[in-house]
């Protein structure tokens, strides 16, 4: 299923909650908060940083992969050119006093799906994460 | 989410219950900013009902920790669930914050 939202200020968590209604997401606690981190963590990316003052649109799809039992969620937006796997990612060992607050929220994404990819496409960031589900 | 904060002698106990996420983290960072003034402050966070967290929570416990610490108090997390606790693990986070 698939839904542009427009404009998306303010709108992460209506984002959020439309991919997670999804019937294609099974009634598995564990899967469901690896999930809803990741989207959340997502979300909130496109909505804080793609565009000035949150005015545009953000496409948010969740499909299924029957055969391959593979979950995606795909979200395109026309914001500043961006990718957010080119980040490094943070020194998880380092002490509290070094640890810088933020930049924790792709890092979790890639620790939490299978995958993580990003493309530049008609010129929209297109971020596409995927979740082998068991059923 | 419910934040209760109970103040007993030099100690002060908080209990979470809900979820840490984009709609209630503004809550969270205010009841941090309570926190936060402090000298030699004793914080013991009850997260039994704590049921997520996501990257803006954890931006709050770190604050939280680095004012703990720039006060000479202490801070200590307790009874995470397994799914919260592994968001603080991957993160490196429980090697900074106390959690029993």
Known sequence: MKKRFNPIKDKSSEIIEYLMSSPDIPDDDELQFKLRLSIEEAVENVVSYAYDG???WLEADIHFDEDALL???ELRDAGMPFNPL???DPDVNQSAEEREVGGLGIFLCKKMMDSIKYRYEDGNNVLTMTKKVNS | MDIKITKEDNKTFVAIDGRIDTTTVNQFQ???NELMGD???DIDIDCTALSYTSSQGLRTFLMLQKSVMKHGGKL??????PQVKEVFDITGFSNIITII
């Open chain 1, 86 to 88: 080119e980040k490094e």
């Open chain 1, 54 to 56: 949150g005015i545009g």
């Open chain 2, 30 to 32: 205010e009841a941090a």
């Open chain 2, 76 to 81: 200590v997390l307790r009874n995470m669930n």
């Open chain 2, 39 to 41: 000298e030699h402050p």
């Open chain 1, 71 to 73: 979950l995606s969620i």
